[in-house]
């Protein structure tokens, strides 16, 4: 077989797309362009796929309309007269289909009726069928083509004058590859209109005989001309069509996804067309349709399917399993339940489709799980007789334990996440069904082991809160069945986890149930809205039955009253015994006592037995707390500890608000309990975070937290009149302006400017200092310290609610474990001060804090993912008023991830899918990539800048384009390179100027210097990251403190346009500077993180102020020993320290009294030092950085972010990279493989690079030496490797690279250690300028 010479095309030059390259060599493509070192060549390869894409050289575009009226009759006649015309020869055969082609190219559908058919198609099929020029076949079999998509019904005349014949001939004696492929697309448009002639003509054999030859463009055509024969096939032709599974099954292997994903749906249409076939559907099933799905559902890691591909196997699955018994038995056999458990549980799963819009149900990936599953597990149905499939279905669950079993043991523990997760109505009453069907089938020794590492206790206990009758019915059964089977069991948890509590409710609220017993979410497939009693029927239910719900309206009153009888009355309780344990009795009567001893004594602040004897019930409170699992969510909750918590740290006056009668004492009393309360819960040595109190509280408070549903989700696809409130971003832009509000008044609002009741709320910094020097420790200050607290807690949540109680108390328990290290520090100081330690070294402190991952709640972070992924939301950035109100009260309660999406969309009004990414997601089309920034409607803005100038190019380019909703694009002097690649090293080139010496900038400005990269200057060497520098009102020097300002200013626009275009800096900033960036309060603990030894020096002083104090306060006068007051054994006159900053000499400290430091007026220079290090030395260069981030977007979106979480947003990951990492995130392509000897090799040596060496090579391929958040996993476009076709030795040759695509071109070395060499020389030595391919 040879491939025929592709026909020439006009040596004009093409235009070209700048892109930003190393690399002489472009992506494989539709067009490709080689520039090889001697000369300069241009082939163009063009599409198989394209029809009608082909241009010759010569021709002219002008308008169609009038080209194709301009068709005469006589000059169609004449060119179907030469084609018909044996006599003529070749060349003259060969000009006539060129004319006859470009005719069919332009013209339009009327003028087609010019064209003799009855004529034209004979000859067209007679050159094709006997001629031996390669040329003229391949021009006949073109003008079918271009026919029958000009004109559709001329099929009739092919099919009528043996065309399908033909055709299928070509194909099967394939000898010239471009007219098998042109073959193909006419013949997939043939079976459009005729695919039972198809069929009859054998074209399921002729098109899949021969596929492996075709590029994957030309497979796919072939399999949907047997999709579309599948469509319409007789049973007459089954035979035929399952002739097609074998080489179907073979393909379903392949790595191209677009394929994978049309065979998926062909072998769907053979087993939608067989469906009435046992024997053939069981042949399907032989043939390994079911384990080659499988293999592809559970991936292999190295590449993942489409998810229509996904939906589309699992849908075959399906269908295979409600046909066959063979099917069922088939996948029990292959562990299905394990792969079905990992979809579940999966990270993009239930980040996903689980959560999607029930108005989109029908493509939702987790619902087609439970489908599969629904058949697999078979509903036992008492009204109706059993068909004989479901019972062969129920006798392979009888007759083979070990399936159930396995199944129990998979789903039970994964339909349980899921719900508990969050998911759509829709999908929970699919996994409770399931449950329901599991518990049905499974002996009371598999229900124990499959429930053993689950509390499904409390998981229905939950369900029954809700208010859907579906999922009440199904649970109430569930509750039913494990009591029948394991009463011993179940009846003493129930009972602790409030099961028949709920159930008590339930009876109570009967009526209210009945009122609101549908969900608000309706499943819609196709048009019409079906109720979950036909979840999942299939379309044998008339549409007009499936609105009708089955249930009836007293079916959750006659089922609770069965349960009620048979639990309590069988068991001789009452129903006092079946709603309280014994635990929730004893944790009540603590509370109630906690709560007196408020009541009673909470205005007493000196009486230390009142104090002792709260502290005492305190205790035994949090003893209960710790006791592992005994507790249960159900019991923490009716207990009330939360708010008794809160009304102990409030001495009693939680929930009254705060008034100026007895306000010193009232703040001296909470912070007399504070200091008790984080005594008790934070760790202590040798003590494992785990096992704090804290720890065990934050636990409890979470499981409550999740237990209360308070915070629904809401989506515009169901918008109607409602009570609800939603934010509008007053500065946000909004892409459909066309959006209805109605504003509603609530009764407590005199006026609608007046949204909160705020006249408790009292102002406490400014009482603060009147306590700063009686306290010693400003606990004042904290964010979190109670009275401070309930002065901005949420204002439109009802305050008597138990969910307000348990934010309040994990704001506390958050800002406890954030400062346990200043608490600790401070308890540390009040040691040595009173003398219970000696020694300066023992003040250092080792905290162990609880991980801020424990103070994310699962289910509101599902609960804020699903409602970003409304489309209102997405469009205009606009949320539930709980939405805001959360993130910026308790931002720790959302994972990093969610709130980064928060982040873009409420300060800059909506997200898309952009080619750079914020987050990344693996599988769903919908939600794949990254999200950022819709910058789609506004121009991106260029810039040239010039290498040597980058400061003063950044100030421009900051002056005219801070402002602008665009994105910055670079392109640099005398280089053509522009896009992702240059402007990312833009960005690593300005952070590199910004960390030269000599600025004046940072602290480190003004010691030895770490040389750099930089010729011109050096790099300062900041170990701990960079901080401002402090610069007195009185510096003078060769720097002017003015360009220092302006520096400051224009590093705060960069930082913020870094942040908002979503790119990364290369620059390494201290976690104080982090801090000041999200506007909170710097410390002495601060100075720690970026200058150790004075930071410990200070605190050390601090410490010695505190003892003589100490000692002044119990003496009555002065010490007769001064060696108490010495700083490691020596007096502090002899320090010779002077009122200068320490480290900068031509700083003066403003003091009052003597120049030296004494013991006296020790406490005086710390407090300056403090000041200068952290404060006015500081103040104005951070007003400056402030007013330039301030003009890009405002700084206070940052706050819902930690230090490390912002750090992670503008400088990226630098974590290492394992070989698993890398296998899964760099695609290999075009000439390479995952499985390649060369590909394995690439992957051993960067997994050996160290980190100057990843550096440089993400710089070389990125364009920045540092990936953004996320890593490898969120690179868009995916890091590529391809083969680079050299014209010498490969091993002479030097990878290449595009870095607008993360694009690596790689020579075929011959061996590792020459890839080493010259992938070292290329990432070293190939920095620097852009160029294109």
């Known amino acids: 077989m040879v491939r025929s010479r592709k026909r020439k095309v006009s040596n004009g030059e093409l235009p070209v797309k700048k892109r930003a390259c190393r690399s002489q060599e472009p992506l494989p493509g539709s067009l490709a362009f080689r520039t090889p070192a001697s000369n300069t060549e241009m082939e163009c390869s063009i599409s198989a796929s394209s029809d009608r894409g082909e241009v010759l050289s010569d021709h002219h575009f002008f308008d169609l309309g009038d080209h194709a009226m301009s068709l005469s009759k006589r000059r169609v006649h004449r060119v179907v007269a030469r084609l018909a015309d044996d006599g003529s020869g070749e060349s003259a055969q060969l000009e006539a289909l060129t004319e006859l082609c470009e005719m069919l190219s332009f013209v339009v559908e009327d003028a087609i009726e010019h064209f003799p058919l009855e004529e034209l198609v004979p000859s067209l099929l007679k050159l094709n069928a006997n001629g031996r020029n390669p040329e003229i076949m391949l021009l006949a079999v073109r003008a079918l083509t271009d026919l029958l998509d000009a004109r559709p019904s001329s099929a009739a005349a092919i099919e009528r004058h043996g065309g399908i014949t033909v055709l299928c001939g070509k194909l099967l004696a394939i000898e010239y590859l471009d007219v098998a492929e042109m073959c193909h697309q006419a013949l997939e448009k043939i079976s459009r209109e005729y695919p039972v002639a198809c069929l009859k003509a054998g074209a399921v054999n002729a098109v899949l005989t021969y596929i492996d030859f075709f590029p994957s463009n030309i497979q796919r055509v072939a399999i949907l001309t047997v999709i579309n024969m599948c469509k319409k096939v007789s049973p007459d032709y089954l035979s035929i069509i399952m002739e097609a599974v074998p080489s179907l099954c073979t393909l379903l292997q392949y790595e191209n996804r677009e394929l994978v994903e049309t065979v998926s749906i062909c072998l769907g249409w053979i087993a939608y067309s067989v469906r009435y076939s046992p024997i053939l559907i069981d042949e399907l099933c032989k043939h390994g349709v079911i384990q080659k799905s499988l293999e592809l559902i559970d991936n292999d890691s190295h590449r993942s399917i489409s998810p229509m591909a996904f939906s589309g196997l699992v849908g075959l699955l399906t269908r295979l399993a409600a046909c066959s018994q063979l099917a069922v038995q088939i996948l029990f056999e292959l562990s299905i339940s394990r792969t079905l458990r990992d979809i579940l549980i999966g990270s993009d799963m239930s980040h996903n489709s689980a959560f999607a819009s029930t108005q989109d149900v029908q493509n939702n990936q987790v619902w087609e799980v439970l489908k599969l599953t629904n058949q697999l597990i078979p509903e036992k149905k008492r009204d109706v007789s059993v068909n004989k499939l479901m019972q062969a279905k129920e006798k392979i669950l009888m007759d083979e334990p070990n399936f159930l079993y396995q199944f129990a043991m998979d789903f039970l523990p994964a339909s349980i996440q899921v719900v ?32 053993k590492d689950t509390n499904i206790s409390s998981f229905l206990a939950g369900l029954l809160t809700t208010k859907d009758i579906h999922l009440l019915i199904s649970t109430l059964e569930i509750v039913e069945i494990l009591m029948q089977k394991l009463p011993g069991v179940f009846l003493s948890s129930f009972i602790k986890e409030g099961v028949f509590y709920a159930i008590d409710m339930l009876l109570v609220q009967d009526k209210c149930i009945e009122s609101v017993r549908h969900s608000d979410e309706k499943m819609v497939v196709g048009v019409v809205s079906r109720c979950m009693c036909f979840a999942f029927t299939g379309s044998s239910v008339p549409s007009s039955q499936l609105k009708t719900c089955k249930l009836g309206k007293d079916a959750i009153h006659n089922l609770g009253r069965k349960i009620k009888a048979s639990c309590y009355l069988g068991h001789g309780a009452t129903n006092s015994d079946m709603s309280c344990s014994k635990t929730l009795e004893h944790l009540r009567t603590l509370c109630r006592a906690l709560d007196d001893s408020m009541d009673t004594h909470s205005d007493d602040v000196g009486n230390l037995h009142e104090v002792k004897f709260s502290t005492q019930i305190l205790v035994e409170v949090m003893k209960e707390l710790s006791h592992g699992d ?83 989700v809401v989506r515009s696809q169901q918008l109607k009149p409602r009570k609800s409130y939603t934010d509008i971003p007053c500065r946000s832009p909004t892409m459909n302006p066309r959006l209805k509000v109605s504003f509603v008044r609530d009764k407590k609002e005199s006026n609608l400017l007046d949204i909160a009741n705020n006249s408790n709320v009292f102002d406490l910094v400014s009482q603060s200092n009147i306590f700063l020097n009686r306290l010693g420790f400003s606990w004042l200050k904290l964010p979190f310290f109670p009275t401070k607290l309930e002065a901005e807690m949420l204002s439109n949540i009802d305050r008597m609610n138990t969910s307000y109680d348990i934010l309040f108390m994990l704001k506390i328990l958050e800002g406890l474990n954030q400062f346990s290290m200043e608490l600790s520090v401070n308890d540390r100081i009040q040691e040595f001060a009173e003398g219970r330690i000696d020694k300066f070294d023992d003040l250092k402190v080792i905290v162990s804090p609880v991980p801020k991952v424990e103070f994310v709640c699962s289910k509101l972070t599902d609960k804020l993912e699903q409602q970003m992924r409304d489309q209102l939301v997405l469009n205009t950035g606009c949320f539930p008023s709980w939405c805001s109100q959360l993130m910026n009260a308790c931002p720790f309660l959302f994972s990093f991830a969610a709130r980064l999406k928060y982040f873009y969309l409420t300060a800059f009004g909506s997200l898309r899918n952009q080619n750079n990414n914020i987050w990344h997601s693996d599988r769903s089309s919908m939600n794949s990539g990254e999200w950022h920034l819709d910058t789609s409607f506004h121009s991106r803005q260029k810039f040239k800048v010039d290498r040597n100038n980058i400061l003063e190019c950044a100030a421009k380019i900051m002056e005219l384009h801070a402002q602008s909703k665009g994105s910055l694009e670079v392109e640099y002097t005398d280089e053509v390179g522009t896009g992702l690649g240059p402007t990312m090293e833009f960005y690593t080139l300005v952070s590199h100027e910004f960390q030269k010496a000599g600025l004046g900038m940072w602290r480190e400005d003004h010691r030895a210097a770490k040389s750099g990269v930089c010729s011109d200057s050096s790099v300062l060497f900041a170990p701990c990251g960079l901080f401002p520098r402090p610069w007195s009102r009185k510096s003078s020097g060769g720097i002017k403190f003015s360009d220092v300002k302006k520096k400051f200013f224009l590093l705060g626009k960069l930082v913020a346009k870094a942040i908002k275009d979503g790119r990364t800096m290369d620059i390494s900033f201290s976690r104080a500077f982090y801090k000041i960036m999200l506007e909170q309060e710097l ?121 490390d979480e912002l750090e992670r947003l503008l400088c990226g990951e630098q974590d290492t990279w394992d070989f698993f990492q890398l296998v899964n995130h760099i695609k290999f392509d075009h000439g390479y493989s995952a499985s390649s000897p060369m590909a394995t090799n690439l992957l051993e040596i960067i997994q050996e690079y160290d980190y100057d060496q990843r550096r440089a090579f993400l710089q070389f391929v990125t364009g920045a030496p540092r990936l953004a958040h996320g890593g490898l996993a969120a690179l868009n476009p995916k890091l590529t490797v391809v083969r680079k076709h050299s014209s010498f030795d490969a091993d002479l040759d030097l990878p290449s690279v595009m870095t607008c695509a993360n694009y690596l071109k790689l020579p075929p070395y011959s061996s590792k250690e020459i890839m080493r060499e010259r992938l070292l020389y290329a990432i070293t030595e190939g920095q620097g300028s852009f160029h294109l391919s």
């Open 1083 to 1203: 410390n002495l603990c601060d100075i720690q993180s970026f200058d150790p030894d004075l930071g410990r020096t200070l605190l050390e002083f601090q410490a010695l102020v505190n003892r003589k104090k100490f000692v002044e306060s119990v003496s009555g006068e002065r010490d007769k020993d001064p060696s108490k007051l010495y700083y490691r054994s020596m007096a502090v006159e002899d320090l010779s320290l002077d009122f200068t900053l320490p480290g900068y000499a031509e700083y003066a400290l403003a003091s009052k009294s003597a120049k030296m430091v004494n013991i006296a007026n020790l406490e005086e220079y710390v407090a300056l030092v403090i000041d200068a290090t952290l404060g006015s030395g500081v103040a104005r260069q951070i007003n400056a950085l402030k007013s330039g981030f301030n003009e890009v977007f405002p700084l206070r979106y940052l706050q819902i972010f930690t230090e």
């Open 420 to 451: 508990n997760s969050g998911a759509n109505d829709y999908v929970c009453y699919g996994c409770i069904s399931i449950i329901r069907r599991i518990a049905h089938y499974s002996t009371p020794e598999i229900l124990l082991d499959s429930i």
């Open 630 to 712: 005994s507790l249960s969510t159900f019991e923490f909750v009716e207990s009330g500890i939360a708010r008794s918590l809160a009304h102990y740290l409030c001495n009693g006056k939680y929930l009254l608000g705060i008034h100026d009668s007895g306000l010193s004492d009232h703040i001296l009393a909470v912070q007399k309990r504070f200091q008790i309360f984080a005594s008790i819960c934070l760790s202590k040595p040798n003590q494992s975070r785990d096992d704090t109190i804290l720890a065990f509280l934050l636990k409890n408070l979470q499981n409550a937290l999740s237990s209360l549903d308070n915070f629904p």
